[in-house]
């Protein structure tokens, strides 16, 4: 497995700060020579105004168990507002996709995962044809970082009644207009990948009906979507067992939800099976 850490400032002016951690499984003669595997861009939440340490790595490793390449995105949120957050998660994934066959990854099978206000920065990756401006700005085109499926981990996805307060603040302040352009409802059409969602009921930090909006908006457009709400848990379980939870404290530990990396990743292979046939 190759392990890289990038710089996106070196790859575009424009990208402030982050990094992409990448882990890359290698081909290997004996058994796997051309494998094509999926790659999973994973993004932390932090309300937009830090990450989420412990939904970044501890994820990845998860993922990497399924033979599937992760990159983790570290982006910079002190005093920045939108569009900044979008066009270094923009420049990761062209990333991704610019090396895709040289990291043997499969350019139809290129994901991206998202917590909580980190849901909200995959879900306008997601729907990244709604950027035309922010586009232009970095010289791409929407095949440049095209996402084949978005997952959605407990997500900050409206912007309006029954956002998280919070997030919205620090992403965009109190500016209206935007609000609804980013308000990822109003941004669902037919362009827009599947989608795995999940969240627990009593989530009492981003309410549970940001799943229900979003499912119904996804059903509206004929887009598939595979939707899980567990009865409980916190906000911010992460993996939700030993892994990703504080030293000596069982608070994100939740065995039943601890399911959803398995189902997550069982919807990732059918989905990247189903584009091959």
């Known amino acids: 497995m190759q392990s890289l850490k990038i710089k996106l400032k070196e790859i575009h002016p424009l990208s402030e700060d982050a990094t992409l951690d990448c882990f890359i499984i290698d081909n290997y003669e004996g058994f796997s020579k051309e494998r094509k595997r999926p790659g999973l861009l994973i993004i932390p939440g932090g309300g937009y105004h830090s990450v989420c340490d412990r939904e970044g790595e501890p994820v990845g490793l998860k993922f ?14 002190k005093d920045l507002k939108y569009p ?3 066009i270094q998660a923009l420049v990761a994934l062209n990333v991704i996709r610019k090396n895709a066959k040289k990291w043997n990854l499969d350019e139809n099978a290129i994901y991206t995962m998202g917590f909580s206000a ?8 997601g729907t990244a044809y709604k950027e035309e401006e922010v586009l232009k700005q970095l010289g791409y085109t929407y095949d440049d970082v095209k996402v084949n499926g978005m997952i ?10 029954f956002t998280h307060e919070g997030s919205k603040l620090n992403l965009i302040g109190d500016d209206q207009e935007l609000s609804e352009h980013l308000s990822i409802e109003n941004r669902v ?21 940001n799943a229900l909006i979003m499912a119904n908006a996804l059903r509206v457009n004929k887009i598939p979507f595979e939707l899980h ?8 379980l992460s993996v939700s067992d030993e892994t990703s939870a504080h030293d000596g404290d069982d608070y994100y530990i939740n065995k039943d939800v601890s399911s959803w990396v398995n189902l997550c990743a069982n919807w990732i292979k059918r989905g990247t099976k189903n584009k091959r046939q």
């Open 64 to 77: 990497l168990g399924h033979d599937i390449s992760v990159f983790v995105l570290k982006y910079k949120t």
């Open 84 to 86: 900044a957050q979008i």
């Open 118 to 125: 980190g849901g909200h920065l995959c879900a306008t990756l």
């Open 152 to 161: 959605l981990c407990y997500p900050v996805l409206t912007l309006k009644e």
């Open 189 to 209: 059409n037919s362009k827009t990948p599947r989608t795995f969602i999940w969240y627990t009921y009593n989530d009492d930090v981003v309410p549970m009906e």
């Open 229 to 236: 709400i567990y009865e409980e848990g916190p906000h911010g």
